[in-house]
Nanobody, 122 residues
Framework: QVQLVESGGGLVQAGGSLRLSCVAS????????MAWYRQGPSAQRELVAS???????IYADSVKGRFTISRDNAKNTVTLQMNSLKSEDTAVYYC????????????????WGRGTQVTVSS
């Protein structure tokens, strides 16, 4: 089993930055792809960004150029740097992981964190 724990959420003004972190434990060596999802009020959970073990990345169009996903395989961590935040970025952000090579909109992860709230005030 794999456990994912997020940290770094909070309240920020529009235009500001936040950095989310997630650490994997348990059977973390079985993880390949990692990702960040978000779910806003009255919205479906959506893929924000994903990263392969080799560093290949995918971003949602809405965050391209503003968010950066990275990972440290030795420490079993994944990070989401969020810049130029907008009110529409307000959501609960979830760390996710999979044994498969990639996480995409069609290939969902197996493991989920509990989420961390990000609120952007306008």
């Amino acid at each position: 089993q794999v456990q994912l724990v997020e940290s770094g959420g909070g309240l920020v003004q529009a235009g500001g930055s936040l950095r989310l972190s997630c650490v994997a434990s348990g059977s973390a060596s079985s993880i390949s792809a990692m990702a960040w999802y978000r779910q806003g009020p009255s919205a479906q959970r959506e893929l924000v960004a994903s990263i392969t073990s080799g560093g290949g990345t995918i971003y949602a169009d809405s965050v391209k150029g503003r968010f950066t996903i990275s990972r440290d395989n030795a420490k079993n961590t994944v990070t989401l740097q969020m810049n130029s935040l907008k009110s529409e970025d307000t959501a609960v952000y979830y760390c996710a992981a999979a044994r498969s090579l990639m996480i995409t909109e069609a290939a969902w992860p197996t493991y989920w964190g509990r989420g961390t709230q990000v609120t952007v005030s306008s």
